[in-house]
């Protein structure tokens, strides 16, 4: 089991073509995912931008 907040790289040498970040956030999943979908409340969490799903 990974620790909260740690990372795993996938790939070979020094050149990895994946990252996966863990970690236990305090909100419950579907807030977070509202959070990371509508651009409102990114902007808010984040800052403003133009990321679109």
Not at 30 to 49: D, G, Q, S
């Amino acid at each position: 089991m990974k620790k909260a907040g740690s990372t795993t790289n996938h790939g070979q040498g020094d050149a990895p073509d994946a990252l996966e970040f863990e970690y236990e956030l305090a909100e419950p999943p579907e807030k977070v995912w509202r959070a990371l979908t509508i651009p409102e409340l990114l902007a808010a969490w984040m800052m403003p931008n133009d990321i679109s799903p």
